[in-house]
């Protein structure tokens, strides 16, 4: 697993209320990758309902 398939993924997943993906919206602040554990940061605002609905389409 690298961070390109990683990020291709990421890219099929809407800013909840846009048509623009997560990756190119520029919430996608980093990705770790260690053994068989994926860290993936997202910069979001406070709206927590945004938060809960990027995170369960991840």
Do not use: C, W
Not at 5 to 16: D, G, Q, R, S, V
Not at 33 to 57: F, H, R, V, W
């Amino acid at each position: 697993m690298n961070k390109n398939i990683i990020i291709e993924a990421l890219k099929k997943i809407h800013y909840p209320g846009y048509s623009r993906d997560i990756v190119s919206f520029g919430v996608v602040e980093d990705i770790n990758i260690d053994n068989i554990t994926i860290i993936i940061t997202l910069k979001l605002g406070s709206n927590n309902q945004i938060k809960d609905e990027i995170k369960n389409n991840i």
